[in-house]
């Protein structure tokens, strides 16, 4: 059996650390509809601060017990990922719900409207990285320095060319 190459090795690598960033910024690629990065533990230990779910379009009549949605806050704009602990229908369809690390149940049921959708699947640990990107410093990181490192790269390469004659020597 022959061996992979150095090269086939690093382009191996590259696809695998790459693809989590592609499906978090293009969540359709894997037929989901929206990824958000966690920010608390409430839903560990599956899920945890700093990892990244995806979250699917679904009817909301489809929820189950058991399903772990993501949802506006009633009352406000922040948005929850919980397991659904209770489906109630009582002529407007609601949802109970919990964090698997919180010893009690969400105080305020979720209307239907506030699901923005269930969780197909997280991505442990990106969001740390995806949350760094967004400040300041990884501003900074990500693009000034790679951006400075580009124009440099080039200016030598611009500065070398005028002084090298068309033999290759000294001028």
Do not use: C, W
């Not at 086939?8 to 989901?32: D, E, K, R, S």
């Not at 990244?52 to 948005?79: A, C, F, N, W």
């Not at 400075?148 to 290759?168: H, N, Q, R």
């Amino acid at each position: 059996m022959k061996r992979p190459t150095p090269r086939t090795l690093a382009a191996i690598v590259l696809v695998v650390v790459v693809a989590p960033f592609v499906v978090f910024a293009v969540p359709q690629a894997v037929g989901a509809s929206h990824s958000y990065v966690v920010l608390s533990d409430s839903m560990s230990p599956e899920i945890r601060a700093g990892d990244v779910v995806i979250v699917d379009d679904v009817q909301v009549d489809s929820i189950e017990t058991g399903d772990v949605i993501t949802y506006e806050r009633p009352g406000g704009s922040q948005l929850v990922t919980h397991r659904v602990i209770e489906v109630r229908d009582d002529g407007v369809l609601s949802f109970r719900t919990k964090g698997d690390a919180n010893e009690d149940p969400d105080p305020t049921p979720v209307p239907a409207g506030n699901v923005v959708g269930v969780v197909l699947f997280h991505l442990p640990l990106i969001g740390h990285v995806i949350s760094f990107a967004g400040s300041d410093l990884g501003i900074v990181a990500f693009v000034i320095l790679p951006a400075v490192g580009l124009a440099v790269g080039e200016l030598y390469d611009l500065y070398k060319e005028a002084t090298v004659d068309s033999d290759g020597g000294e001028p």
